[in-house]
């Protein structure tokens, strides 16, 4: 993904605000915005032995200490490492600028600028294997961005969601109400009808025979 570096004024001010982002860290901003935010406050006080900070590293400094948490869990969720404290503090600090980006000047810079810029100063500033793991979790995060909201919650949703028999609520689960099933008998059509159940034309069960009904048939068998 990343093109020929061109070091513009642009990459000057990302460069510029990672550097500030990495002090930060290295006072133990951890989660902490309010370490990057002081620190700003420092940078931007000028003296004859320091340069003005660009005003676009200004607004990615204050950007990434406004959003520090939703970037840092973007940035977690992506690297698959234990915790952010892996990963290379000057990577963590190029990453956490062009997360900013594509998070809140998205209209402004798109994202694969954003990252080829990110992948560019981390060639300049870290390890060879450094630009390769930079990319992957940037591309990673920025798929995730660009997808839809509603695919994003989907998982989470279906989680969450009770399953339902009808649309009047969920499910009855018998066992968790002390009820046994019930069981369904191959033969229950080779039972009887009661009177009740009978059709016209059938005859249900009979009732016990008087002592003159049996005498009755005990003549009329003899006749036979």
Avoid: C
């Avoid at 990963?87 to 209209?107: G, Q």
């Amino acid at each position: 993904m990343s093109r020929a570096f061109r070091f513009t004024s642009r990459t000057k001010a990302r460069k510029r605000a990672a550097d500030v982002v990495f002090e930060a860290d290295q006072r133990g901003m951890g989660r902490d915005s309010e370490v990057l935010r002081d620190l700003l406050r420092q940078r931007r006080v000028i003296t004859a032995a320091e340069t003005p900070l660009p005003e676009y590293s200004i607004q990615i400094i204050e950007g990434v200490a406004n959003n520090l948490r939703r970037i840092d869990d973007l940035i977690a969720a992506r690297a698959k490492v234990s915790g952010l404290d892996r990963i290379a503090a000057v990577d963590l600090a190029v990453m956490r600028v062009a997360v900013w980006e594509m998070l809140e000047n998205s209209e402004d810079v798109s994202a694969i600028i954003a990252i080829d810029e990110a992948i560019s100063i981390v060639k300049s500033l870290s390890t060879d294997a450094a630009p390769s793991f930079v990319n992957a979790v940037l591309d990673a995060i920025r798929k995730d961005l660009e997808a839809p909201a509603w695919t994003r919650r989907e998982a989470s949703v279906v989680e969450d969601e009770p399953a339902l028999d009808s649309e009047d609520g969920p499910a009855l689960d018998l066992e968790d109400e002390g009820e046994e099933p019930t069981e369904e008998h191959d033969d229950a059509e080779d039972a009887p009808l009661s009177p009740e159940l009978a059709e016209p034309g059938e005859e249900g069960p009979t009732d016990e025979l008087s002592d003159e009904e049996l005498a009755e048939l005990d003549e009329l068998l003899d006749e036979y």
